[in-house]
């Protein structure tokens, strides 16, 4: 549940950005009741258009068993781990200049395609967010069923509230929490989120190199366990299972999984260089 609700908190909250944006560009400009209806369709259109792409993805999930099914969610789950590194990455670089990034684009866009580039504009910023929306929950919650697949879909309705809020609050005080300050919070709980994905991920790759024939050193480093602190810290329920959800923690580590979680880290420090302090923009 905790997991789907900051997913659709965080994503939810830099689409409205990007909307809040766009919204406080088009008030100034002429005919601008009519080109506000423009950009809500493209936001309408891009979460539709994130619709179409989760029904497909649920799909082919349903149409494949077996081995293929877990290669499947295999996937998905590196493949969100992947994107978190990428999108951190690009807002880590980018914040500083998406305000003004976002209006230089609408006014290229207002002059040579009129209202139509407004709408394709909006339809691209909300149909990202919403994909990778997809893609973050399909990895996080793929194996969950019954009661867990009810409380993670409560927690993502209850994250989509929240952004709401979050919104509101950020626009109305900053003496509480400014979008830096925000975005650098929910920078270091993506990442930790995306080294979970990455080690389910990993350990369903894991669960099918060891249906294959492989040397004994390999099945060790598969599927033997190089500690058990479940005495101290249980993973499967409890604080233990929080880290597990939010981190990747595992109680009984393989040597594969271990080396996949530190080099996760290693990249990530490597890719995300310390930056200087800058103001991220903020949609007023």
């Not at 969100?80 to 990034?101: E, F, P, Y």
């Not at 040397?215 to 597990?244: C, K, M, N, Q, T």
């Amino acid at each position: 549940m905790t997991q789907s609700m900051f997913i659709v908190w965080r994503e939810s909250v830099e689409a409205l950005l990007v909307i809040g944006i766009l919204q406080t560009w088009v008030s100034r400009q002429q005919q601008a009741s009519q080109l506000l209806r423009y950009v809500w369709t493209g936001a309408a259109l891009g979460l539709l258009l994130s619709g179409v792409l989760a029904g497909l993805i649920l799909l082919a999930g349903e149409a494949m068993s077996g081995t293929a099914n877990e290669w499947f969610q295999a996937s998905l789950a590196l493949v969100a781990s992947l994107l978190i590194v990428q999108m951190v990455g690009w807002m880590h670089r980018n914040a500083r200049t998406l305000k003004h990034d976002l209006t230089r684009h609408a006014d290229q866009r207002l002059s040579r395609q009129g209202g139509l580039g407004l709408l394709l504009l909006a339809l691209l910023a909300v149909s990202r967010e919403g994909s990778e929306t997809v893609v973050f929950l399909y990895g996080a919650g793929a194996r969950l069923q019954g009661p867990q697949l009810g409380l993670f879909a409560v927690g993502a309705l209850a994250g989509l509230v929240l952004s709401l809020l979050t919104v509101s609050l950020l626009h109305s005080s900053r003496r509480f929490i400014s979008w830096p300050r925000f975005f650098a919070i929910s920078e270091a709980i993506l990442l930790l989120l995306g080294a979970a994905l990455l080690v389910s991920g990993i350990e369903r790759v894991g669960g099918q190199l060891l249906a294959m024939d492989w040397p004994e050193a390999v099945y060790r480093g598969i599927g033997d366990a190089l500690w058990d602190s479940s005495a101290i810290l249980d993973d499967g329920h409890g604080f233990g299972g929080f880290l597990a959800d939010f981190t990747g923690y595992r109680a009984s580590p393989s040597a594969m999984t271990l080396l996949v979680w530190l080099g996760y880290w290693g990249l990530v420090a490597g890719w995300l260089r310390p930056r200087k302090a800058e103001n991220l923009p903020c949609p007023t």
